[in-house]
């Protein structure tokens, strides 16, 4: 018989329970396809708004009751080792969901712009007069619904996988439906879709780089499984380079995602062109599930072997944060700014990442977690700015706006300020956080990099507080929607958790603290 | 002929062999053939009939469609031999089944959401 055929195969054993909350983000998913299929025009947007929260809530109960049951602490492999439930994964899988709730609330608004920020029929060609025709009439298509579950299920796995294999089907599974968000936007059509082909082609190039590394650490360690390679990084007697060369290609993939820099040329376009609620997806969701791989891969897989790779993965994190915060100066365009912001945000979070001690991994989820809420309602923001052709991005546009409308402006300067780290916001204590650790890890350079460059990065968004405040606002100046009570929620959740993270943080970093310690 | 990359010697001379024919051909048929070249036989060769358009022609998306749900099931079918052959061992039985029930309706379900919205229909 073929030595295969008689290999001894046996079934992986899968605990139901500990995967529950990511099983019931893609069946959700499923039953949300099947809703667009089979249900009536009217009833889809209603039914599909229900699907979405109903599915992120009770994936969430079942996290917590999954924290609460101790699977935080007697971490749980299965599925034949290719899941890990522990802490982090915990963590980060609630991380996303909680996050991914607000982001949904911005997604499913329909009053701000009439009929919603999506186009209604993606396929009709940009410019016709069939388009125009679908700006006026139709409301938005509403498979945004059943892809943002395919992306956040894929992301929850994402952020779990416990080797290599599962964790690039998960990178797949989060990156498709995002790919194709990007393209649904209801106005300036063309910059959406040419933003949506740029990602889908540099992503394919990541993925295709994380895919050459998975091979290169298999002829490494001999197997995909992040417990092997790093038993295989100590004991194996094969040459280091080999490991190196799938560890830089592994990076290049992640790091792709989290935009960093050098990896990061495709975020401004995307974040600028993506419809604005799945840009506030992507700049929460995606940096909580891209940083979770990077947390589980380097603390898991290659912990031993930090003293070789740290530097240079320390001389990423100093270019994000410097280039992220330079480039963010010149910007004209808030969206731009705000890409450019979450570029070196992104640096802020590897700082903390590279401390390489327990506190590293527990000020990295906490920062996740507080530049998430106020990103997010920072961009709902955005979509409230408008004139007659849609948002209103362009910096110059805000000018006055502190005169027009005192409350939006009141409180976009405080995300602004959480941003710059001032005192008493979530910037300052997540900060606060990841620099602290990384200076317990003896990263003393990085920390100084930090901090020089969250001083220049506070000038571009203090310059928008000074425009929206000290300038005359233009006669033809962007009028300020009125927010639907689903955004008023999303920007209240925000604001909210922006200034009680920073009245007090402990609330969420004990969590965290007891969650940061990863299953080998 | 030896050592680790004499296993890749036969591919060389099969390569260096492969372009000597080549080369032979073409060059005996350019010595043998006339050349009378007229502005019909310069053309570019399409089945017989004459070429029109430029080559950023719109291609049907139709045929991208179809083309696509046949790599959908083509998958499937992949997935189905090796575990055709698992799956009538002790242990694995009724698990194995009710996962790959899961598997298929997964697919299954795809293709309801192409058929109504009308994917599958010509015209």
Redesign the interface.
């Known amino acids: 018989m073929n030595p295969v ?1 008689a290999a001894d ?3 992986p054993h899968i605990n139901y329970g500990a995967i529950a909350p990511i099983l019931i983000l893609l069946g959700m998913a ?1 039953v949300g ?2 809703a ?3 249900l009536p025009r009217t009833l889809r947007y209603p039914v599909q708004v229900l699907v979405s929260l109903v599915a992120q809530v009770a994936g969430l109960a079942t996290i917590i009751g999954l924290a609460l049951s101790n699977y935080a602490k007697k971490p749980t492999l299965t599925a034949g080792d290719a899941l890990a439930v522990d802490g982090p994964g915990l963590f980060l899988q609630g991380a996303v969901l909680v996050l991914g709730i607000v982001a949904t609330l911005l997604i499913a608004e329909r009053s701000v712009e009439r009929g919603g920020a999506f186009v209604a029929q993606a ?1 009709v060609t940009a410019g016709s007069e069939a388009d125009a025709e679908q700006a006026r009439r139709q409301p938005s298509q509403t498979e945004i619904f059943p892809l943002s579950l395919f992306a956040l299920g894929g992301m929850m796995l994402f952020v779990s996988a416990n080797d290599l294999l599962t964790m690039f089907v998960a990178l797949e599974v989060f990156s498709l439906p995002l790919y194709l968000m990007c393209a649904l936007a209801r106005r300036r059509r063309l910059l959406s879709q040419e933003a949506a082909v740029k990602y889908f082609l540099l992503g394919a190039f990541s993925s295709a780089f994380f895919v050459y590394g998975i091979a290169m650490l298999y002829g490494f360690a001999g197997s995909v499984k992040f417990h092997d390679i790093a038993v295989a990084a100590i004991s194996s007697g094969k040459s280091d380079l080999l490991m190196f060369i799938g560890l830089a290609m592994l990076a290049i993939g992640l790091l792709f995602k989290a935009a960093a820099v050098p990896f990061h040329v495709w975020t401004p376009d995307v974040y600028q062109g993506a419809p604005t609620p799945v840009t506030a997806l992507m700049a929460s969701c995606t940096k909580v599930a891209a940083f979770g791989g990077i947390l589980r891969i380097f603390y898991v897989a290659f912990l031993d072997s930090r003293w070789d790779w740290r530097p240079v993965i320390g001389v990423i994190a100093v270019l994000t944060m410097v280039i992220g915060a330079i480039l963010a100066v010149t910007q004209t365009d808030i969206k731009r700014l705000l890409a450019y912001s979450s570029i070196a945000n992104a640096g802020y979070v590897l700082t903390g990442v590279l401390a390489m001690q327990k506190d590293g991994i527990s000020s990295s989820l906490f920062y996740l977690v507080t530049y998430g809420f106020t990103v997010l309602a920072a961009f709902g923001l955005v979509t409230l700015v408008r004139d007659q052709d849609g948002e209103a991005t362009h910096l110059s546009r805000w000018a006055g706006l502190g005169r027009k409308a005192p409350v939006l402006a009141g409180v976009f300067t405080f995300l602004m300020l959480s941003f710059a780290g001032i005192p008493l916001t979530s910037g300052f204590t997540g900060k606060f956080a990841v620099f602290s650790a990384a200076l317990g890890g003896g990263q003393t350079t990085l920390v100084i990099f930090g901090v020089l460059s969250s001083v220049l990065l506070a000038f571009p968004y203090l310059r928008v507080v000074v425009l929206m405040y000290l300038q005359e606002p233009a006669a033809d100046a962007p009028t300020v929607a009125v927010p639907g009570a689903l955004t008023s929620a999303a920007l209240a959740i925000g604001a909210i958790v922006t200034l009680l993270l920073g009245v007090w943080p402990s609330v969420l970093l004990d969590v965290a603290n007891s969650a940061a310690q990863f299953v080998g | 002929m030896s050592g680790y990359l004499g296993s890749y010697a036969t591919l060389g001379i099969l390569l260096v062999v492969g372009v000597v024919l080549f080369g032979a051909a073409f060059a005996g048929n350019r010595l043998l053939r006339p050349h009378r070249p007229d502005p019909g036989k310069l053309t570019t060769y399409e089945s017989g009939v004459d070429p029109v358009g430029g080559d950023w022609a719109q291609a049907e998306i139709r045929y991208y469609v179809f083309a696509y749900l046949y790599v959908l099931f083509a998958v499937e079918s992949v997935f189905l031999f090796p575990w055709a052959l698992v799956f009538a061992r002790p242990g694995f039985g009724t698990t194995t089944l009710v996962e790959m029930a899961v598997f298929v309706a997964v697919l299954l379900l795809g293709l309801l959401y192409a058929w109504r919205k009308g994917v599958l229909r010509w015209t």
């Open positions: 055929l195969i046996t079934l499923c396809v099947l667009e299929a089979f396929a």
